[in-house]
């Protein structure tokens, strides 16, 4: 399977403890994106990766959230502390950017981490 | 600053009868619009696209779209319902207002279709 992969697909975590999550993008793909859904909602954008460069992370990620993307291939999403209202579904997405133009193509999902916070 | 508005957040239809579900974006530049699919359990599968060419868009299990810049919208049609089709649907707006391109997604539209 060639698609977006994440893991691990469920993880259960009591309040204060540090979580980590991984993504491996689509290989040919420069970039990557990570997102949070909660029940009922769409997905709400936390951080953005071009290669291995951060360039956009939203104000929903606070201190305690750390991404990062070594060398432009999979990525990491790190909670530190968690607390209840982390619970949601992680998701992580990734696509091809084009050279010329404003407009944008798809992106891929994967099939996310649901975190749970007991 | 771009996002997206989707009318209803839930929409029941009958089998065999036409879908309509509807979106409204804002958007400073030319931006592309995506209409993503979530089945329970299941990951976003990307329905459709429009990326500045036919305004017109078709997509997968006979979805499309129509891209109408004077009103903003981006309503996705499908002309008989199908019991396969219920699932949450959300409507996508992606351009470079803040430099990056970042995908906006809306709330969600629920779809139900009864038998």
């Known amino acids: 399977d060639t698609g977006v992969s994440q893991n691990p697909r469920h993880k259960i975590t009591k309040r204060g403890q540090n979580v980590t999550f991984r993504c491996d993008p689509i290989s040919e793909h420069n970039r990557l994106y990570w997102y949070r859904q909660t029940l009922g909602q769409g997905p709400e954008f936390l951080t953005y990766f071009q290669n291995e460069a951060q360039l956009e992370k939203s104000r929903l990620l606070s201190d305690r959230f750390s991404a990062e993307r070594p060398k432009g291939s999979f990525s990491t999403l790190e909670i530190q502390r968690t607390e209840q209202g982390d619970s949601a579904m992680y998701l992580c997405?990734?696509?091809?950017?084009?050279?010329?133009?404003?407009?944008?193509?798809?992106?891929?999902f994967g099939q996310g981490t649901r975190l749970t916070v007991v | 600053a771009q996002s997206v508005t989707q009318l209803d957040s839930h929409v029941s239809v009958s089998e065999g009868t036409p879908v309509l579900l509807r979106c409204n974006y804002s958007?400073?530049?030319?931006?592309?619009l995506f209409w993503y699919v979530q089945h329970p359990n299941k990951g976003l599968q990307l329905l459709l696209k429009y990326t500045s060419a036919a305004t017109l868009v078709k997509g997968i299990n006979g979805f499309e779209a129509e891209f109408k810049k004077s009103e903003t919208s981006f309503h996705l049609t499908k002309p008989s319902a199908h019991m396969s089709d219920a699932a949450e649907y959300f409507c996508?707006?992606?351009?470079?207002?803040?430099?990056?391109?970042?995908?906006?997604f809306g709330t969600g539209t629920r779809l139900k279709v009864l038998a």
């Open positions: 996508v707006v992606s351009d470079r207002t803040s430099g990056t391109y970042k995908y906006i």
């Open positions: 997405a990734s696509s091809l950017s084009l050279t010329t133009g404003r407009t944008n193509t798809e992106a891929f």
């Open positions: 958007s400073s530049y030319s931006p592309s």
